[in-house]
């Protein structure tokens, strides 16, 4: 970002730096006093997660870790959700351009979150299914505001998690848990998170959560920043390996899974229901 825009940026915000608002689907703001950056997602009404949105958080949690920020917490601009998993339309009767792009860049995005070298935090005010879940699940901590569901519904909807959505679903919960879980599409409450052990804490408001999400990360601040660094990346290391390795047989895997007539059925048919439901409201 150009220094004269930084600059008129520090100005506007007293204490808070906003590093990024170029696009306006993802702001970064990093706290002068705890150098702490919160990657906000904003793209109304649910956060779906598109290639537009995908490409921006890639880029906010990039240029995270390019400013040298102790941390980063993720929350959603959203009063009810963090964000509502992929967005369905970038999979139903998708173009075919573009929903490769869109896998793709769902891939660059998780590997840049799960394998992020700076501590990383979710601050889940909202519901948080599917995808949003895997956000939440790819940070090393998660406080969540009550009254929310969270989890990975994908079989509800007639499709499966691929493996690395399992992976940091498993870096949270035990095997046991996660398998039951994820047969079902299982979505849990807040409560229900924090007894399995799906999210850390529970906070009464997002700036409550935020302030546990500050001060889990504190918990660093008397560690080096490399050997932590390192340390979380040799834990997470095969589960990245993993994806590395297998890309373009887990892109075209993808592919051929979504494009069945029947997953095109489902899919169809889910939509519409929420968009009943939404007329209902
Ligand atoms: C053998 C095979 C091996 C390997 C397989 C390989 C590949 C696997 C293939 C596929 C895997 C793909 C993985 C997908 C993961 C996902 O993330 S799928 C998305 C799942 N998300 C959901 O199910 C959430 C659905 N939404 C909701 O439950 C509610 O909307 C929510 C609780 C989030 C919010 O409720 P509320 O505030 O009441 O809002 P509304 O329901 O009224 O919604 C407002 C409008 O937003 C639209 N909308 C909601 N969610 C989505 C979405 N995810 N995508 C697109 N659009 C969404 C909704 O229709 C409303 O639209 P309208 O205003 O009517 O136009």
Redesign the pocket.
């Known amino acids: 970002m150009m220094r004269s825009k930084v600059l008129s940026l520090v100005a506007r915000a007293a204490s808070n730096r906003m590093m990024s608002t170029a696009t306006k689907l993802t702001t970064v703001e990093v706290n002068d006093k705890t150098g702490i950056a919160t990657l906000t997602m904003n793209r109304p ?2 956060n ?3 290639l537009e949105l995908l490409q921006d958080l890639k880029s906010s949690i990039d240029e995270v870790e390019g400013n040298k920020s102790r941390g980063l917490i993720l929350t959603s601009s959203s009063s ?2 963090f ?9 139903y009767k998708p173009d075919k351009d573009r929903i490769r792009a869109f896998w793709t860049q769902l891939q660059e995005t998780w590997l840049a979150l799960y394998g992020s070298s700076v501590p990383t935090a979710a601050a889940i005010n ?2 948080s ?6 956000l939440a699940t790819s940070c090393e901590y998660r406080v969540m505001v009550p009254n929310f ?1 969270i989890g ?3 079989t ?2 007639g ?5 690395w ?1 399992m992976a940091s679903f498993l870096s949270v919960l035990p095997q046991r848990e996660a398998e039951r879980a994820l047969n079902q599409g299982r979505m849990f409450t807040t409560e229900e998170a924090l007894k399995v052990g799906l999210i850390d804490e529970t906070a009464n408001s997002k700036e409550e959560a935020i302030e546990k999400c500050v001060a889990f990360i504190g918990t660093f601040a008397k560690v080096n920043p490399l050997a932590r660094s390192l340390t979380k990346q040799q834990f997470r290391a095969a589960d990245l390996q993993q994806l590395q390795n297998e890309r373009q047989q ?1 892109l075209e ?2 592919l ?3 494009n069945q007539p029947a ?1 095109q059925k489902g899919l169809g048919i ?2 519409e229901g ?2 009943k ?3 209902k ?1």
């Open positions: 009404p649910v779906g997660l598109n009810t959700i964000s509502a998993g992929l967005d369905i339309l970038e999979m909202g519901h299914p599917a995808g949003g879940c895997l569901t990975l519904n994908e509800q909807l499709i499966v998690a691929p493996k959505f887990d895997k993808f051929f899974f979504v997953v889910y939509l929420l968009k439901k939404a007329k409201q």
